[in-house]
Nanobody, 121 residues
Framework: VQLQASGGGLVQAGDSLRLSCAASGRTFSYYFLGWFRQAPGKEREFVAAISWSGNASYYADSVKGRFTLSRDNAKITVYLQMNSLKPVDTGVYYC???????????????WGQGTQVTVSS
């Protein structure tokens, strides 16, 4: 079972990035897929999650209106479009999968390796 995240990088404030997470090794079609992030010296925090159908999505207040989550079940891939990036968005972004929606790390059974996002001011 693997979640492979990609798309991180170094950008300036106001720029955009799109993260991708490809799942393999089992059927994730009926799982919630999402993202957490961890800034240096801080705890890992919920960013966004999307239902298996793609009809329901959930966002942290800090990213609402700027980040958009989508998924392609045929490719078993979830995408996080991040617009209007801010320096506070800097951190390692982890792709997650779980069989229920939740805002805490223990809701998610599977974790990717993380991809670094750095936003300079």
């Amino acid at each position: 079972v693997q979640l492979q995240a990609s798309g991180g990088g170094l950008v300036q404030a106001g720029d955009s990035l799109r993260l991708s997470c490809a799942a393999s090794g089992r059927t994730f079609s009926y799982y919630f897929l999402g993202w957490f992030r961890q800034a240096p010296g801080k705890e890992r925090e919920f960013v966004a999650a999307i239902s298996w159908s793609g009809n329901a999505s959930y966002y942290a207040d800090s990213v609402k209106g700027r980040f958009t989550l989508s998924r392609d079940n045929a490719k078993i891939t979830v995408y996080l479009q991040m617009n209007s990036l801010k320096p506070v968005d800097t951190g390692v972004y982890y792709c997650v999968a779980g069989n229920s929606m939740g805002y805490t790390i223990n809701h998610y059974n599977y974790w990717g390796q993380g991809t670094q996002v750095t936003v300079s001011s």
